[in-house]
């Protein structure tokens, strides 16, 4: 019986240091994202790069791994924003829980399907805060999305690339 349960609990260590691990990742990438004058900005747009990261750790590991690394990453998020509602907490939560089921349900683990589910989840993220910061569907919002989050989309997919590959070599063990 005792032979049976070491593996499981070595498996589960093994889970436990990949997702301290991408958390690290995380922290790293909301300072980097979140200092005054990036380095990484283009034109004043930053790559939401903790959004990306949250789709491909529940595109490996599943939709209870990417909903509470939704969390983890959505607090980061709304520590930084003004607005004191737990938008981001609870946008990345239900996204990262459903891209995660949807990628256990539909798509094969390919890159095809990865970066096709980033951009619709990026899509859906951008729209539900411009709808909920910055003005929703008036002159200001429309010109904000076209100006400011359809190229935040396309920056922040860019990003997606390396969080993609980094989780499917931690998917498979460190």
Do not use: H
Not at 12 to 25: D, H, K
Not at 55 to 72: D, H, P, S, T
Not at 114 to 128: D, H, I, K, T
Not at 131 to 158: E, M, N, T, V
Request: net charge positive; charged share 10%.
């Amino acid at each position: 019986m005792s032979i049976e349960m070491k593996p499981q609990k070595k498996k589960n260590n093994a889970f436990i240091r990949r997702m301290v691990l991408l958390g690290a990742v995380g922290l790293v990438l909301f300072f980097i994202q979140c200092v005054p004058g990036v380095p990484i900005a283009i034109n004043g747009i930053t790559p939401n790069m903790l959004v990306a990261l949250t789709m491909a750790v529940a595109f490996f590991f599943g939709e209870k791994a990417g909903g509470f690394y939704g969390l983890f990453a959505g607090i980061l998020l709304d520590m930084y924003s003004v607005s004191g509602l737990p938008v981001n907490a609870m946008l990345l939560l239900v996204l990262g829980c459903v891209c995660g089921l949807l990628a256990r349900l539909f798509f094969s683990r390919n890159f095809p399907a990865a970066l096709l589910c980033c951009f619709a989840y990026l899509f859906v993220y951008y729209g539900v805060c411009l709808l909920a910061f910055k003005g929703g569907l008036s002159d200001y919002g429309r010109a904000y999305f076209l100006s400011q989050s359809i190229p935040g989309i396309f920056y922040s997919l860019a990003f997606f690339v390396p969080w993609y590959f980094l989780c499917k070599k931690l998917s498979k063990g460190i």
